[in-house]
């Protein structure tokens, strides 16, 4: 194992597990997801043309990330789960959304809640998505640490996809 393997493996092992299959981090993401709504719904607090600009352009995203999040989901198909653990038996998928980023489903969510906050006009759930985004990057390394002991060729494909958002992170 090259030292870039061994850093990517030990990335997520610091990273509690949160139950044998990873249900705290679900938990926990749903709590957020639930807050970034809330917050959403609270009322706007800009208008005139930055809000229309903000709607547009937050249109675009909430488009974007959920089309990445559904990609993710078909992509998976059977290996689909709620938890961060794969499932036994799974295979390494690299094609699809998966060729785009090693998250597709975080990522996407992640797209979608930055989208809602512009398209509400509300600091407080962009400020919500900034923290979802920082979840989803910690979960993934947790989910990483996994994939790497389930998969043989992991690493390799960390080394060539971006974790989270396309073409950026």
Request: net charge positive; glycine share 18%.
């Amino acid at each position: 194992m090259t030292s870039t393997e061994r850093r990517s493996h030990a990335g997520g092992r610091h990273l509690p597990a949160l139950g044998r299959r990873g249900g705290g981090w679900v938990v926990l993401q749903v709590v957020l997801l639930v807050v970034i709504a809330g917050t959403g719904l609270a009322g706007p607090l800009w208008g005139g043309p930055a809000r229309a600009v903000g709607a547009v352009a937050g249109l675009a995203l909430i488009a974007a990330g959920l089309g990445l999040l559904i990609a993710g989901i078909l992509g998976l198909r059977r290996q689909l789960t709620a938890y961060p653990r794969p499932v036994p038996g799974g295979r390494l998928i690299e094609d699809g959304a998966f060729g785009l980023v090693r998250h597709p489903m975080y990522g996407g969510g992640v797209l979608a809640s930055i989208g809602y906050g512009l398209a509400m006009a509300s600091p407080l759930t962009l400020a919500g998505a900034v923290v979802l985004g920082i979840f989803a990057d910690l979960k993934s390394r947790r989910e990483e640490a996994w994939l790497v002991d389930e998969f043989a060729g992991y690493a390799a494909y960390q080394r060539r996809t971006h974790r989270l958002i396309p073409w950026l992170y």
